[in-house]
């Protein structure tokens, strides 16, 4: 996925390229490939991290207190 998207972003601006072009190419999904690059799926972690409740400084903040 990380070379597809690297590949992605070295196409010159304005160039035409279709996902499933080069999902076939790197052997990727081209639905996630589509949503990797437009930024609607991220990885997993990330995901997990935009769901908590506190961010990383105010859990250890919180930690340090109790």
Known sequence: IEDALVAIKSLDEG????????????????TTLSRRHRQV???????????????PHQEAE?????
């Open 41 to 55: 799926q991220g990885l997993r972690e990330e995901q997990a991290i935009n769901l908590q409740l506190l961010g």
């Open 15 to 30: 160039e035409q390229f279709t996902y499933q072009a080069i999902a076939d190419t790197y052997g990727v999904s081209r």
């Open 62 to 66: 919180l930690v340090k207190y109790i």
